[in-house]
T-cell receptor
Framework: GEDVEQSLFLSVREGDSSVINCTYT??????LYWYKQEPGAGLQLLTY?????DMKQDQRLTVLLNKKDKHLSLRIADTQTGDSAIYFC??????????FGTGTRLQVFP | EAGVVQSPRYKIIEKKQPVAFWCNPI?????LYWYRQNLGQGPELLIR????????DSQLPKDRFSAERLKGVDSTLKIQPAELGDSAVYLC????????????FGQGTRLTVV
């Protein structure tokens, strides 16, 4: 993706928390998203946050947004083996254009 | 309710051959997107439709790629002729079209050009 950066890999033990980070460049982006992609599957929207919010929690997922630093993070509590996948952050530019990051591969080991 | 359906799931062709991908969006979704996802990268938008009108095709390589959305429902994406660098997963997505409405993705078509 153009100018949306993520670390490539993250490995965590089952039961621990996972934190996936993302930096973006367009300060005018209105919404920021986290998508999950499992092998051979399309993208599934996990959660999103409006740009005027700092935090959003949804069950095991917590999204933190630092708009000043253009930094977005996704925390997964009590990570399970089923959480193993590639996670993409995305920013909405303009009316309806999503710019995706390069993805972070999360591996959960027992 | 059926999700976004794409076909075929996999396609292997020789370079310089034509290829077409088909997408059936979720019923009632006005907005349809085609994305290309190269290996190890995030999806990149190729074209976006609002009903039958292509409203954003700035990233579509128009010398070899074409797309259409007949009657504002199904869509096809065509490549003619294909090049080795076109090998990727082509994803279709649809949404209701309003601001921040969730975009639902199909499983994609994995194209391999040999």
């Amino acid at each position: 993706g153009e100018d949306v950066e993520q670390s490539l890999f993250l490995s965590v033990r089952e039961g621990d928390s996972s934190v996936i980070n993302c930096t973006y460049t367009d300060s005018s982006s209105t919404y920021l998203y986290w998508y999950k992609q499992e092998p051979g599957a399309g993208l599934q929207l996990l959660t999103y946050i409006f740009s005027n919010m700092d935090m959003k929690q949804d069950q095991r997922l917590t999204v933190l947004l630092n708009k000043k630093d253009k930094h977005l993070s996704l925390r997964i509590a009590d990570t399970q083996t089923g959480d193993s996948a590639i996670y993409f952050c995305a920013e909405r530019r303009g009316t309806d254009k999503l710019i995706f990051g390069t993805g972070t591969r999360l591996q959960v080991f027992p | 309710e059926a999700g976004v359906v794409q076909s075929p799931r996999y396609k292997i062709i020789e370079k310089k051959q034509p290829v077409a991908f088909w997408c059936n969006p979720i019923s009632g979704h006005n907005t349809l997107y085609w994305y290309r996802q190269n290996l190890g990268q995030g999806p990149e938008l190729l074209i976006r439709y609002e009903n039958e009108e292509a409203v954003d095709d700035s990233q579509l390589p128009k010398d070899r790629f074409s797309a259409e959305r007949l009657k504002g429902v199904d869509s096809t994406l065509k490549i003619q002729p294909a090049e080795l660098g076109d090998s990727a997963v082509y994803l279709c997505a649809s949404s209701l079209g309003q601001m921040n409405t969730e975009a639902f993705f199909g499983q994609g078509t994995r194209l391999t050009v040999v």
